[in-house]
């Protein structure tokens, strides 16, 4: 998302000398939809690779191209050395300044480039840093609460459509259709700015909608331990009554990717005119991105 909530809940605990590791994966049922394995890590919950799903015409995303994530900060050794065996070219961190000054740079194998491509959190930061640190279950309420917090994220996701982000999201997508190797881009969670550019990728190539969307809701699935155990040390640390109000900005919904799907809409009229007019992609680089993932 343009402002990952874990990594300020992560900032808030830090604050109190309090760590907070990933949870460790946990037994769950597999995708509805057919698609390359998780890559399970110790020190990140929401890897994976893109490939496996099938396009329109019969054809299938190719696995080892293009692989989305959550921060890479906390990866262990061991985690680097199996990303290691990915061939990866590059890491394409989403993440604002503040995010990884609170949390830290990516860890990456030796070679593999990490690209800083911010995406602005318009302020958002700072503003639930202060509300979530000032232990005030009243203005937590006032900020977060009544549906406040769906709205947060609505405005959010519409906030993809920006330029700054379009830009950013536009070039990430060119990275995908001109190399050689494979690209990992991430945000914090893994689930917002993460999962709109997954969302847009996979349609660009030619799959269906709503395996697209699936997709997007899988990080409910991957991240629901993990966030659980956040709402439980911001509880633990004192600094929220009730960190329930937490969960509409740790979820991903369909009414958040809904929202961003009606800006592209109102602005461009339609998918193609936003891959075109809205993320500056010319016809042979869309091209040249489905030669790349699809097989």
Known sequence: MKISFIALIGAALSALALVSTPAAPS????????????????????????????????????SGKAFRADSL????????????????????DLRTPAEV?????????????????PIDDTGLFQQMLQAIQSRDPQKQEELLGNGRAEQIMAGVYRSFLNEASRNAFGQTIRDLANSDRATLYHCTAGKDRTGWLTYVVLRAVGVPEGTARQDYLLSNQYRAAADAKLREDVKRAGLMQNPDLLIPLQEVRDAYLDAAIQQMEQSYGDFGKFLTQGLGLDPGTILKLRKNLVS
């Open 73 to 92: 900060e906390k990866l262990t050794e061991a985690d680097v050395q199996k990303l290691g065996t990915l061939n990866l070219r590059a890491a394409v």
């Open 101 to 117: 000054q609170f949390a830290g740079k990516d860890k990456l194998p030796a070679g593999v480039s990490a690209v800083a491509r």
């Open 27 to 62: 037994a769950m049922a597999e995708p509805t939809v057919e698609a390359a394995a998780r890559i399970e890590l110790q020190g990140a919950v929401n890897v994976r690779d893109i490939g496996g799903y099938r396009t329109y015409d019969g054809a299938r995303v190719k």
